[in-house]
């Protein structure tokens, strides 16, 4: 039972450099959505994808790009990274926006 | 645009007394409501959810909420805690039943047990 897989669990990066989050799900899900933690401030939706091939941008999108290549997969990009990404970032699967979300075990990010 | 707010940051209660952590939200029709918990460096786990239909909903671990339009609230209850209850928790709200509503979290209470 793998349910939500993120990869990797843990990275540093250094200012400007890229990176891609990756994110599987085995559920079959439609819906997915990657999220950021910040001390007190919860988790803030970044990017979610309604189904495979649509992405729609949530609270906190700028700075990020995602791509929904299949309805397994839902990858987040950072393109040049900034120590304000420094964070903890969820990855989700649902089958609709109305029901459960499953989480994965989070990446933690720092940028230096 | 919804919105979830959770007024308590860190809420503290011994062991064996009851809890409520409270959330309101703002959203113009009939939400889809949700309790996470958070336990250290783990991921999120459903608690308990409301879609519809009687009003007070329960959960897994003991764990109760009771939603009020009126005032716009779905408050988590539990008659006793137990040490392991230690976590922070999370309200959420869906904009409805379809692959297209975003889901959006308040920023979190988080509860701590006294021996």
């Known amino acids: 039972n793998a349910g939500v897989t993120q990869t990797p669990k843990f990275q540093v990066l250094k200012t400007g450099q890229s990176m891609t989050l990756q994110c599987a799900q085995d559920m079959n899900h439609n819906s997915m959505y990657w999220y950021r933690q910040d001390p007190g401030m919860g988790l803030r939706l970044i990017y979610y994808s309604a189904s495979e091939g649509t992405t729609d941008k949530g609270e906190v999108p700028n700075g990020y790009n995602v791509s929904r290549l299949n309805k397994r997969e839902f990858s987040l990009r950072l393109e040049s990274a900034a120590p304000s990404q420094t964070s903890v970032y969820f990855c989700a699967s649902g089958d609709r926006g109305g029901t459960e979300a499953f989480f994965g075990q989070g990446t933690r990010l720092t940028v230096v | 645009a919804q919105s979830v707010t959770q007024p308590d940051i860190h809420i503290t209660v011994s062991e064996g007394a009851s809890l409520e952590l409270r959330c309101n939200y703002s959203?113009?029709?009939?939400?889809?409501l949700f309790w996470y918990v958070q336990s250290p460096g783990q991921g999120l786990q459903l608690l308990l959810k409301y879609f519809s239909g009687d009003t007070l909903v329960q959960g897994i671990k003991g764990f109760e909420a009771e939603f009020k339009r009126s005032q716009s609230s779905f408050n988590l209850r539990k008659p006793s805690v137990h040490w392991s209850d230690a976590a922070e928790y999370f309200c959420a709200v869906a904009q409805g039943y379809s692959s297209a509503s975003k889901i959006i979290f308040g920023s979190g209470t988080r509860l701590s047990i006294r021996p």
């Open positions: 959203y113009g029709a009939t939400p889809y």
